[in-house]
T-cell receptor, first 110, second 114 residues
Framework: GENVEQHPSTLSVQEGDSAVIKCTYS??????FPWYKQELGKGPQLIID?????GEKKDQRIAVTLNKTAKHFSLHITETQPEDSAVYFC?????????FGQGTELSVKP | DTEVTQTPKHLVMGMTNKKSLKCEQH?????MYWYKQKAKKPPELMFV???????INESVPSRFSPECPNSSLLNLHLHALQPEDSALYLC?????????????FGPGTRLTVL
């Protein structure tokens, strides 16, 4: 079955810097890759996603890139702000299910 | 409106109690999901309902019993739980199951089993 690995597990950046979180997946049949942000005490919030027929997608300060050949995808956050501090999960689709990475705890220091 | 609501927000129960978690969405989605999330871990899929029928059960113990009364509602009935079942229980919905489609999560119910 699908296996998703996510790195790093923790990431600390200064406000205004960029943050990059990387995920790899094992099943070449996976074709949908969402990213979720989870703040303390809340449910995961879908922030951006990408499908396998696209290499890059941007939404304001957030971008996701996908390399199907290498089977990895990344989340890029530019001009980070303290409110970006949260746990971020990547996921890959498999048979109608989402397989999640282990999460990255992002801390943005003012 | 991409809102999934869950009640209650918090629940404390003893091992002999019976309780239910509720989830509701009004986005016209036909697939609904229950996940369990332990602290600092990703969500783990428990059940998937598609068009009000159970389509996936991830080998969840029978002390968890899901129910989908209609296309907008999803319940999780709890009975004889163990302390290790304490977790955040998340409900999610998507337009359909089995397709490449966005899943939207609710805020979760924080369950503590004493």
């Amino acid at each position: 079955g699908e296996n998703v690995e996510q790195h790093p597990s923790t990431l600390s950046v200064q406000e205004g810097d960029s943050a990059v979180i990387k995920c790899t997946y094992s099943d070449s049949a996976s074709n949908y890759f969402p990213w979720y942000k989870q703040e303390l005490g809340k449910g995961p919030q879908l922030i951006i996603d990408i499908r396998s027929n696209v290499g890059e997608k941007k939404d304001q300060r957030i971008a996701v890139t996908l390399n199907k050949t290498a089977k990895h995808f990344s989340l890029h956050i530019t001009e980070t702000q303290p409110e970006d501090s949260a746990v971020y999960f990547c996921a890959a689709s498999e048979g109608g299910k989402l397989i999640f990475g282990q999460g990255t705890e992002l801390s943005v220091k003012p | 409106d991409t809102e999934v609501t869950q009640t209650p927000k918090h629940l404390v129960m003893g091992m002999t109690n019976k309780k239910s978690l509720k989830c509701e969405q009004h986005m016209g989605h036909r697939a609904m999901y229950w996940y369990k999330q332990k602290a600092k871990k990703p969500p783990e899929l428990m059940f998937v309902y598609s068009y009000e029928k159970l389509s996936i059960n991830e080998s969840v113990p029978s002390r968890f019993s899901p129910e989908c009364p209609n296309s907008s509602l999803l319940n999780l009935h709890l009975h004889a739980l163990q302390p290790e079942d304490s977790a955040l229980y998340l409900c999610a919905s998507s337009q359909e199951a089995g397709r490449i489609i966005e899943q939207f999560f609710g805020p979760g119910t924080r369950l503590t089993v004493l």
